[in-house]
Nanobody
Framework: VQLQASGGGLVQAGGSLRLSCVVSGRTFSTYNMGWFRQAPGKEREFVAAISWSGSSTSYAASVKGRFTISRDNAKNTVYLQMNSLKSEDTAVYYC????????????????????WGQGTLVTVSS
């Protein structure tokens, strides 16, 4: 399984970006998916997660109401729509896939995820 994240870039504070993560393989629809981010000098942190069907989502408090995670199982792709971006959102964003059933998944725990993408850089200028 390979994950390829894209869509990062430079944006002004208050602007928007949409990240995409394409997952190779035929079993994408069985994975719960997550987005994490890592700012310079900081640990990687949870941003958002979505269940395999798309019916359940979870967000970090810092992004709730501004970011939206979604997925298209026909395209093997998970998205992160980021609105009202702030300078503190600057980070490398990573997508990740988890095989654990949604009900038993600790969405914010890095070790719960089995596969990781390479990351895409988001820079928000103030």
């Amino acid at each position: 399984v390979q994950l390829q994240a894209s869509g990062g870039g430079l944006v002004q504070a208050g602007g928007s970006l949409r990240l995409s993560c394409v997952v190779s393989g035929r079993t994408f629809s069985t994975y719960n998916m997550g987005w994490f981010r890592q700012a310079p000098g900081k640990e990687r942190e949870f941003v958002a997660a979505i269940s395999w069907s798309g019916s359940s989502t979870s967000y970090a408090a810092s992004v709730k109401g501004r970011f939206t995670i979604s997925r298209d199982n026909a395209k093997n792709t998970v998205y992160l729509q980021m609105n009202s971006l702030k300078s503190e959102d600057t980070a490398v964003y990573y997508c990740a896939a988890a095989r654990t059933a949604w009900g038993g998944l600790a969405v914010g725990r890095l070790s719960e995820y089995d596969y990781w993408g390479q990351g895409t850089l988001v820079t928000v200028s103030s």
